[in-house]
């Protein structure tokens, strides 16, 4: 039954398109070849379907929590410096790398609430995202965000060695709420986020995540995670 939700939900508008080229080409197969290959069409149209599936999510609401930009596992926590492209200096924050595999949830979520200071897309190769060099070599759209209080956060999106293509929605001096749907990017991937000098992340390497609800990091300054939140 869990199973049978997390396939039945809505699906998001970037992948109608796709969808509708994967079952062309599987009506194709069954009248022009042999069924087996119009049977293969078929699994691949389903995962299509699957991976731009679009669920909701409960969104915790206590200021000062950073959620995961993404779903799918935390592959590294170092000190990096942000990307070159925002202009934040040559200062090294500690970085979180969610990686994405095909079967994850690909939308991308807002963080944290603020205001967007600035985005930039800049083209680059298509490496494996597992590989640390990725954040610096791949196509990417690197966003900087600044809270009420005046923390100033980076995240940004990561093409993969199957992903071809980034979509942000974001725009300079847009106000976001935390866990707001902001882009996805097609077909594996990873997303970088950047905290705030000080600030501790509540998760670890290993751990799996889920966009908009597993909260990364505390700005209040909290040891661990909050344990009754309110969420929306």
């Known amino acids: ?80 410096v942000p990307p070159e492209e925002l202009g934040m200096g040559s200062d090294a924050r500690l970085r979180i790398s969610v990686f994405l595999n095909v079967f994850n949830v690909h939308i991308n ?30 196509e990417r759209h690197a966003v900087h965000l600044r809270d009420k209080d005046g923390n100033d956060i980076v995240f940004v999106q990561i093409a993969g060695l199957v992903a071809r293509r980034i979509v942000c929605y974001l725009t300079d001096n847009q106000e976001v709420r935390t866990g707001e749907r902001f882009g996805l990017i097609r077909f594996g991937s990873r997303t970088d986020i950047y905290l705030p000098e000080g600030v501790e992340p509540l998760v670890g390497v290993g751990q799996s995540m889920v966009g908009g609800e597993t909260i990364i990091a505390d700005l209040k300054g909290k040891n661990e995670a909050p344990m009754a939140l309110e969420v929306r």
């Open 1 to 80: 039954m869990d199973t049978l939700k997390s396939v039945l939900v809505p699906i998001n508008q970037e992948g109608h398109r796709f969808i509708a080229i994967f079952a062309a080409i599987t009506v194709a197969l069954f009248l022009f070849t042999w069924p087996l290959l119009g049977w293969i069409g078929v699994i691949l149209t389903l995962w299509c379907v699957y991976f731009f599936r679009d669920p909701d999510r409960h969104v915790p609401t206590a200021e000062g929590l950073i959620v995961s930009p993404a779903d799918g596992v935390v592959q590294m926590i170092e000190r990096a």
């Open 109 to 138: 979520r807002v963080p944290l609430g603020g205001t967007i200071i600035r985005q930039v897309y800049r083209p680059g190769k298509f490496l494996n995202a597992a590989l640390d060099k990725a954040s610096e070599e791949n």
